[in-house]
Nanobody, 126 residues
Framework: QVQLVESGGGLVQAGGSLRLSCAAS????????MGWFRQAPEKEREFVAA????????YYSDSVKGRFTISRDNAKNTVYLQMNSLKPEDTAVYYC???????????????????WGQGTQVTVSS
């Protein structure tokens, strides 16, 4: 049974930092890419970043490039999202997701992802 469990969300002032974690289990990790998505109230879900578990290659949305860093710890089966220079517009529920993808470039569409976590709230105050 696949489980993705996010943690690390919270309230932070603009300009601050948070690190989100996604603990994964039940996956054949070498076959998966992991992504972070977010959804703000009354907005559509938005791609944030992705990483290929095996190679560590990454891809970011333009809105977070240079501020956020996605990484993984193979020993802990955990993916991280380090978020720096946070802005009020980063406020959203952040979701971790897994995409069984060994052939294609890292994908940004949520419909491509097979498994999702429950989400963690990030609130950035101005």
């Amino acid at each position: 049974q696949v489980q993705l469990v996010e943690s690390g969300g919270g309230l932070v002032q603009a300009g601050g930092s948070l690190r989100l974690s996604c603990a994964a289990s039940g996956l054949t990790f070498s076959r998966y890419a992991m992504g972070w998505f977010r959804q703000a109230p009354e907005k559509e879900r938005e791609f944030v970043a992705a990483i290929r578990w095996r190679s560590g290659s990454t891809y970011y949305s333009d809105s977070v490039k240079g501020r956020f860093t996605i990484s993984r710890d193979n020993a802990k089966n955990t993916v991280y999202l380090q978020m720096n220079s946070l802005k009020p517009e980063d406020t959203a529920v952040y979701y971790c997701a897994a995409d069984e993808n060994t052939r294609f470039p890292l994908r940004t569409g949520g419909q491509s992802y097979d498994y999702w976590g429950q989400g963690t709230q990030v609130t950035v105050s101005s």
